[in-house]
T-cell receptor
Framework: EPEVTQTPSHQVTQMGQEVILRCVPISNHLYFYWYRQILGQKVEFLVSFYNNEISEKSEIFDDQFSVERPDGSNFTLKIRSTKLEDSAMYFC?????????????FGPGTRLTVL | DAKTTQPPSMDCAEGRAANLPCNHSTISGNEYVYWYRQIHSQGPQYIIHGLKNNETNEMASLIITEDRKSSTLILPHATLRDTAVYYCIVRSPFGNEKLTFGTGTRLTIIP
């Protein structure tokens, strides 16, 4: 069964450094998402992406964040200058997009630790 | 999207049916009820969704009341691997695509 994959599974970085989190959505899916979950808190929406542009973003997704689909298979989340409070699990999701009721499928997540 | 209310935690004996309730009294006519679960810190896993008819798949059954103001997710024969946080999410099929997660129900399966 096709799955969303994410790399790395765990990323440790120093505050102020740039990180890129990578995702390979399910093939033929058209809509892509990033969510994050700070330890012990809810899963929070960050951004949705369709047709090579952001379709919606949350207040969390400020100028430090960017997303890209560089090669038709990968979907990346970049954090330009990490802060301690960026430490969280980051989940990528994708959905087919052929109808409004279709389902988002999530990857296993990347645990980002900012020191 | 309509707000949902779920009990914070539940226990169920292994092998028994786990029935997880969800209230969504402000649901509108075109909004669907989705269920996801999250095992430990893994990515949320899709379980099932429905509009007004009861639904069943290989994982679970979804019972939606006639007035659609509440629903119940049923895991027919719970196993230890079903221990997870279960999220009930109401979502419109139009426009706003994001999933809004609440705090869910922490289901613990007791051996």
């Amino acid at each position: 069964e096709p799955e969303v994959t994410q790399t790395p599974s765990h990323q440790v970085t120093q505050m102020g450094q740039e990180v890129i989190l990578r995702c390979v959505p399910i093939s033929n899916h058209l809509y892509f998402y990033w969510y994050r979950q700070i330890l012990g808190q809810k899963v929070e929406f960050l951004v949705s992406f369709y047709n090579n542009e952001i379709s919606e973003k949350s207040e969390i997704f400020d100028d430090q964040f960017s997303v890209e689909r560089p090669d038709g298979s990968n979907f990346t989340l970049k954090i330009r200058s990490t802060k301690l409070e960026d430490s969280a699990m980051y989940f990528c999701a994708s959905r087919p997009g052929h109808k409004g009721t279709d389902t988002q499928y999530f990857g296993p997540g990347t645990r980002l630790t900012v020191l | 999207d309509a707000k949902t209310t779920q009990p914070p935690s539940m226990d169920c004996a292994e092998g028994r049916a786990a029935n997880l309730p969800c209230n969504h009294s402000t649901i509108s006519g075109n909004e669907y009820v989705y269920w996801y679960r999250q095992i430990h810190s893994q990515g949320p896993q899709y379980i099932i969704h429905g509009l007004k008819n009861n639904e069943t798949n290989e994982m679970a059954s979804l019972i939606i009341t006639e007035d659609r103001k509440s629903s119940t997710l049923i895991l027919p024969h719970a196993t230890l691997r079903d221990t997870a946080v279960y999220y009930c999410i109401v979502r419109s099929p139009f426009g706003n695509e994001k999933l809004t997660f609440g705090t869910g129900t922490r289901l613990t399966i007791i051996p």
